[in-house]
């Protein structure tokens, strides 16, 4: 997508205050479009109502503007856009994709169900062919699956360069919507960056595997496949990723401590992207940035660093 004006997004989940390993990742998404004059785009990550809020969302947008991280345009939390999925949703349906699971958490993690060496469950696909009575005798509301091809997915990310993932034999079909109703993260992030334009996807390292996920679904609904850019995690001296649950480091105490640039500057020289930890602003940043200096092992970063 070279010849396409980047268009970048955020895409926070507004359930507490950014931590630093959020922070890095927005930083990051938003130095690879300024540097190159593209436009980036703010989205509410909110499918989870029980975990998120509006006062948190405002929080982050103050905490965006306060790191210098502007944004061009808001589009719709995707608490609002269940009907937008409806529509997606129905298309799978059309194509005769879709078919209902009524496997509890338990069936799908048992001992007999097939799992990866990392622990990750590969479903067998158990309901898929169930017939109209098998179906009916079930008392519970199922979860809706899409088929999924015995196809190898490649990705070019540009900090782990080549990467593969079969969905049929590292994956298994997919759920796109829960039992009571809510539609998942595969399908709102397909729909919400395919709709929004975005040619390029700049998250964490521990979201990679998503990516082959919703170049299936993007290449279903007609959307072209946006460049992915998996940074680094960031994670304390012993080796704990940091979280928004411990409260590591996360904004609300940065904020009363150092400043902006202060704590863009450790980021970047943790990252690689400045050889001398001096503080520096986002704006001033974009002018150093390129991928090729973002290193692609995981970050240890102590607290102590930013004081």
């Known amino acids: 997508m070279a010849d396409v004006t980047p ?3 955020f895409a926070p989940t507004p359930s507490g205050r950014m931590h630093l390993g959020n922070v890095f990742a927005a930083l990051i998404a938003w130095l690879s479009v300024r540097s190159r004059g593209g436009e980036m785009v703010l989205r509410m990550e ?23 991280l502007s944004y061009d345009r808001e589009t719709p939390p995707q608490s609002q856009r269940s009907g937008v999925y409806d529509q997606y949703f129905d298309r799978l349906q059309d194509m005769g994709l879709l078919y209902p699971c009524y496997c509890t958490r338990s069936q799908l993690h048992g001992v007999n ?10 479903y067998p696909g158990t309901c898929r062919n169930l017939t109209e009575a098998q179906r009916a005798a079930f008392d519970r509301k199922p979860a809706w699956r ?9 990705v070019e990310d540009r900090v782990h360069g080549h990467y593969t993932l079969n969905l049929a034999m590292e994956c298994g079909d997919m759920v796109v919507r829960r039992a009571d109703g ?17 040619t390029e996807v700049v998250r964490g390292m521990d979201l990679l595997s998503s990516a082959p996920r919703q170049m299936y679904l993007q290449d279903l609904f007609g959307f072209p496949h946006p460049d992915y850019g ?3 995690m960031l994670l304390a001296p012993d080796g704990r990723r940091l979280s928004k649950r411990d409260r590591d480091l996360d904004l609300g105490e940065l904020r009363k401590r150092v400043t902006a640039e202060r704590l863009i500057g450790t980021l970047a020289y943790a990252g690689g992207i400045i050889d001398q930890n001096v503080p520096i602003s986002a704006r001033e ?16 970063l102590d607290g102590k660093s930013l004081y």
């Open 7 to 9: 268009v970048g997004r």
């Open 46 to 68: 909110d499918l989870d109502t029980q975990r998120t809020s509006t006062e948190f969302a405002e929080v982050l947008r103050q905490d965006l503007q306060w790191l210098g």
């Open 113 to 122: 169900a097939p799992h990866l060496s990392d622990g990750t469950y590969v």
């Open 146 to 154: 899409v088929i999924v091809p015995d196809k190898v997915w490649e």
């Open 182 to 198: 809510v539609y998942v993260y595969q399908l709102a992030v397909t729909v919400d960056d395919g709709e929004a334009g975005v």
């Open 230 to 232: 998996h940074v680094p």
């Open 285 to 300: 940043l974009a002018k150093e940035f390129t991928w090729d200096k973002l290193r692609g092992d995981s970050i240890y």
